[in-house]
């Protein structure tokens, strides 16, 4: 059960992270179009596991390796846009949320 504060932490993350792949996408990934879809928060607010989307989704795993690999910035430059609202900035974990792929094969195979 989450809580309020949860929420509340969950959905700034969520906008913040949007805005910093939309500023970083041209930079690091060119082409890709990234979506934070959810960003669910440990109780402790300690941990975030962040969903994210990515379109064109043929190298999802690539794009998520690098993410990864630059998760140390992305977490500085939150920090340096929620500083002031959270005390302690979240560690983030990256995860692919294959749900539209899942809905799209669904389609496809309803369809045929």
């Given at each position: 059960?989450?809580?309020?504060?949860?929420?509340?932490?969950?959905?700034?993350?969520?906008?913040?992270?949007?805005?910093?792949?939309?500023?970083?996408?041209?930079?690091?990934?060119?082409?890709?179009?990234?979506?934070?879809?959810?960003?669910?928060?440990?109780?402790?607010?300690?941990?975030?596991?962040?969903?994210?989307?990515?379109?064109?989704?043929?190298?999802?795993?690539?794009?998520?390796?690098?993410?990864?690999?630059?998760?140390?910035?992305?977490?500085?430059?939150?920090?340096?846009?929620?500083?002031?609202?959270?005390?302690?900035?979240?560690?983030?974990d990256f995860f692919i949320?294959?749900?539209?792929?899942?809905?799209?094969?669904?389609?496809?195979?309803?369809?045929?």
């Amino acid at each position: 059960m989450y809580t309020i504060r949860q929420n509340k932490v969950s959905r700034l993350i969520q906008k913040e992270l949007a805005a910093i792949f939309q500023l970083e996408s041209r930079e690091h990934f060119k082409g890709k179009m990234i979506s934070v879809t959810v960003v669910r928060v440990s109780k402790d607010l300690a941990v975030a596991k962040v969903y994210l989307s990515i379109f064109p989704s043929d190298t999802n795993g690539e794009i998520l390796a690098l993410i990864k690999q630059l998760s140390p910035q992305l977490r500085g430059m939150l920090g340096h846009k929620v500083g002031k609202q959270l005390r302690i900035i979240p560690e983030l974990d990256f995860f692919i949320d294959d749900s539209l792929d899942y809905i799209d094969n669904i389609t496809h195979i309803l369809n045929h």
